[in-house]
């Protein structure tokens, strides 16, 4: 397991209410990989609003391996939670040493977290254009107010990526809420 697959697993069991559990492995983790380790407790740091404990951890990750792409995603993390402006020059450091679709993403996050809210949807848009990423159209549809556009990007999203259960579960909320027939008529469009 990767770097990055190691702290997404973190990630979802914080988001599981098991934020103990993924804080353990990560402490025991920095005997076999103190990098990995490193990163995983800021993530779980980050996941339970520990600031301090987040800071820590990521300068310890940055003490080991400080042009690690993984690394400069997570001071990017933690600058997004002072500083508007120093998350977006952080997520840029990220996308400039690996211009990977989740860099690119944590980029637009940070631009519209920042209140660039145009760039970031230009930002999503290109990543949507080149990569078809699900993340962005999930961004997208979050940001348009013309339902078909929500639509739309919402099917994609479910397309690009089945696996991931967010575009389905928003899609069924919208057809149950509005427009039953046209959302099961754009969604056989798509198939």
């Known amino acids: ?10 990630t979802r069991l914080c988001l599981q209410g ?19 380790g490193q990163l995983g407790l800021a993530t779980v740091a980050a996941s339970t609003l520990d ?9 310890a990750a940055r003490a080991l391996a400080p042009r690690q792409p993984a690394v400069l995603e997570a001071r990017a993390v933690l600058a997004a939670t002072t500083d508007p402006d ?13 211009s990977a679709p989740r860099a690119i993403n944590g980029l637009a996050r940070a631009l519209f977290a920042s209140g660039r809210v145009d ?6 848009e290109g990543l949507v254009q080149e990569f ?3 993340d962005a159209h999930v961004q997208l549809a979050a940001n348009k107010s013309d339902e078909r556009a929500v639509l739309d990007h919402l099917v994609a999203a479910f397309f690009a990526s089945p696996k991931d259960d967010r575009p389905f579960q928003q899609l069924v909320q919208i057809w149950r809420e509005r427009s039953w027939p046209i959302g099961l ?6 198939m």
């Open 18 to 36: 098991h934020a103990i559990y993924a804080r353990t492995h990560a402490t025991a983790m920095i005997e076999f990989d103190p990098l990995a």
């Open 51 to 59: 600031h301090e404990g987040q800071r820590r951890a990521v300068e």
């Open 1 to 10: 397991m990767n770097i990055t697959e190691y702290v997404d697993t973190l």
């Open 86 to 98: 120093a998350a977006v020059e952080a997520a840029r450091a990220v996308v400039a040493a690996e």
């Open 132 to 134: 078809g990423d699900a």
């Open 185 to 190: 008529a754009l969604y056989a469009r798509h």
């Open 119 to 124: 760039d970031a949807e230009r930002t999503w």
